[in-house]
C-alpha cells in the first residue's frame, strides 16, 4: 500500500494575511481512479483543461465567460469526485504571512525570507506525526505545487530539519520530497480546491454553498495546525544573532554559492549538530558559509 500527500497553497490578503499549505493523503492506486474521473468531469461540457480556484472564484482564465452558475455546477461535480475518492486524511497547516515577515523575513537570508521553507516543514512533520500515532508505517511520497525558487531553498536545509523528528516519523517520509504542476497533476488541483476553500471558510466567508463544500471535501479524519507565533519570534531572534553572516547573503548571487557549497558539504557527509531547528538552521547556514568563504578566499 503506497502513499501520497498532495498539498497546494491559498494565501489570503486580509488581516493577518495567512497562508494555508491543505494536503490530501491517500493510496496511489486510489490515486489513479481519482484522476480518470477528475479528468472526465473536467472534460464533462463545458469543458476546462485544469482547475484553479482562484480561475474559477474570479471568472477569468479557464472560466473567462462562464456564468457564476455553469462555475457552480462545475465545481460540484468536481467536490463529488473528491467526495467519492475521499482521502482516509486531509491536512491544513497555516501561518501568518505578516507576523512572518515582522519576525523573521527582515533578519532572514534571501532564500528563506519567505515562509514556504517554514510551513512545507511544518505540513511534512504534522503528517508524520499523525500518521506515526496512527500506527501507519507505509512512508508517504509528498508532491507540492511548485513554486519558482522555493524547491532547491527548501531542498537546500530540509534533509537536515528531519533530523530533529523522531525516528518513527523520519521513517514515515520518502525523500525526497517533489514538486509538480498543478496545470497537469490533478491530485495537486484536488488540494488547491481544498486549500481554496478552508482559506476563505477560515475568513468568515458566509456563503452557504462554499461552507458546504469546504466541509464536503474535507476528510472524516481532517487535521489542522498552526506554525505559533512563539516559533516565528524564535526564529526571527535567532536569524538576527547572525545578522553580520546573512545580510550578505541577500543578493542572489551570494545565495546561490552558497547553495552550491551546502550541496557538496551534503554530498560529503555533512550533518547539523544537536538542537532545535532554528539552531540546527543556523549552524548549517555557519558551516556552510564558513565553508563558502574559505574557498572563495582561496
Request: charged share 25%.
Amino acid at each position: 500500500m503506497d502513499l501520497s500527500a498532495y498539498f497546494d497553497d491559498s494565501a489570503s490578503d486580509t488581516g493577518e494575511r495567512n497562508l494555508v499549505f491543505a494536503g490530501l493523503v491517500n493510496r496511489d492506486d486510489a490515486w489513479e481512479k481519482f484522476s480518470v474521473e477528475w479528468s472526465a468531469a473536467l472534460a464533462k461540457t463545458p469543458s476546462i483543461g485544469h482547475l484553479k480556484m482562484v480561475e474559477a472564484n474570479g471568472l477569468r482564465g479557464q472560466f473567462a465567460g462562464w456564468t457564476r452558475d455553469l462555475r457552480d455546477q462545475k465545481l460540484e461535480d468536481l467536490a463529488e469526485v473528491l467526495d467519492r475518492f475521499r482521502a482516509p486524511w486531509t491536512f491544513d497547516i497555516s501561518i501568518s504571512r505578516a507576523e512572518y515577515e515582522i519576525h523573521v523575513a527582515p533578519a532572514s537570508p534571501r532564500g528563506l525570507s519567505t515562509p514556504y521553507f517554514a510551513i512545507t516543514f511544518a505540513a511534512i512533520s504534522a503528517v508524520a506525526r499523525f500518521l506515526a500515532s496512527e500506527g501507519v508505517v507505509t512512508p508517504v511520497r509528498f508532491v507540492f505545487d511548485e513554486q519558482k525558487g522555493v524547491d532547491t531553498n527548501v531542498a537546500l536545509f530540509f534533509d537536515y530539519m528531519i533530523e530533529n523528528l523522531d525516528s518513527s516519523d523520519r521513517e514515515l517520509i520518502k525523500m525526497p520530497i517533489g514538486y509538480g504542476n498543478d496545470m497537469r497533476n490533478l491530485p495537486l488541483q484536488a488540494a488547491d480546491m481544498l486549500a481554496w476553500h478552508i482559506r476563505r471558510q477560515r475568513e468568515g466567508n458566509e456563503d452557504p454553498t462554499i461552507m458546504r463544500r469546504a466541509q464536503s471535501i474535507r476528510s472524516d479524519t481532517h487535521i489542522e495546525a498552526r506554525v505559533p507565533s512563539e516559533m516565528l519570534v524564535r526564529w526571527g531572534a535567532a536569524f538576527s544573532q547572525m545578522l553580520p553572516i546573512l545580510q550578505t547573503l541577500k543578493t542572489k548571487g551570494e545565495w546561490q554559492r552558497l547553495q552550491t557549497v551546502v550541496a557538496q558539504a551534503k554530498r560529503e557527509g555533512f550533518k547539523p549538530p544537536h538542537g532545535d531547528n532554528a539552531e540546527n538552521t543556523l549552524a548549517n547556514i555557519r558551516e556552510a558559509w564558513d565553508q563558502f568563504r574559505a574557498k572563495t578566499q582561496r
